[in-house]
């Protein structure tokens, strides 16, 4: 089953994402990390997008599109999680057809809800460890042993740089400007789920995994 990740930054769609690929061998196909890691190899497309990223606007849809086209003609074992994918109108009918030439379908929509004031303490507070993705908060998660991961023992711990208040509030902006009206878009279709994001983690879990199921 192929499903998408709604929700604004901080939602936990990372999170949720990582625990169904260990759980279910889904592939997570995350827009953000595709950009990160194209920034931090210094590619072409890498260096355009920096800037962009750090104030907090959207890339344009092209490029988005042209990173989920290449990973949707690879396997796609238990299913792809799409998280923070499509985030325009424009890339949720990109995504459409792309899935329907290859074949696929999309299973279902989970719009993970929270509210504004709980996002701006989670941005602010997360890192997450470099070698293996595992994320991490301040206040809510931290490791076992200060500075270890507890998952892969790396101490590679690195925070994105634009989890900071100024960017937030932008991308907030560009979420609710050019995301939210994916929400209407998918209930009309009768894709939508929605599951209460600021509950604890586990039952954010459960509450997807019934969907799932
Ligand atoms: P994320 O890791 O999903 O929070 O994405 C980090 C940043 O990457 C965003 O603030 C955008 O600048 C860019 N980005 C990621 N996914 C997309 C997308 N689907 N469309 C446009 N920009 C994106």
Do not use: W
Not at 108 to 136: P, S, W
Not at 152 to 168: F, H, Y
């Amino acid at each position: 089953m192929n499903i998408i990740l709604l929700g604004p930054p901080g939602a936990g769609k990372g999170t949720q994402a990582r625990y169904l690929v260990e759980t279910r061998d889904m592939i997570q196909l995350s827009t953000g990390d595709m950009l990160r890691e194209a920034k931090d190899s210094g590619t072409e497309m890498g260096k355009k997008v920096a800037e962009v990223m750090a104030r907090g606007d959207l890339v344009t849809d092209d490029i988005v599109i042209g990173l989920i086209r290449e990973k949707l003609e690879g396997d796609s074992k238990g299913g792809f999680i799409f998280d923070g994918f499509p985030r325009t109108l424009a890339q949720a009918d990109a995504l459409e057809e792309l899935m329907a030439s290859t074949g696929q379908t999309l299973g279902a929509v989970i719009e993970m809800q929270v509210d504004e004031d709980a996002l701006v303490e989670r941005i602010t507070g997360r890192y997450t460890c470099g070698d293996c993705g595992e994320v991490y908060h301040d206040a809510t998660k931290r490791p076992a042993v200060e500075g270890v991961c507890d998952k892969c023992g790396g101490t590679n711990m690195k925070r994105r740089a634009d989890d900071n208040e100024a960017s937030l509030r932008q991308r907030l902006m560009e979420y609710y400007k050019k995301t939210s009206p994916l929400i209407g878009y998918y209930y009309a279709k009768r894709q939508l789920h929605r599951v209460d994001g600021l509950a604890d983690i586990d039952k954010v879990r459960a509450e997807i995994e019934a969907v799932l199921d």
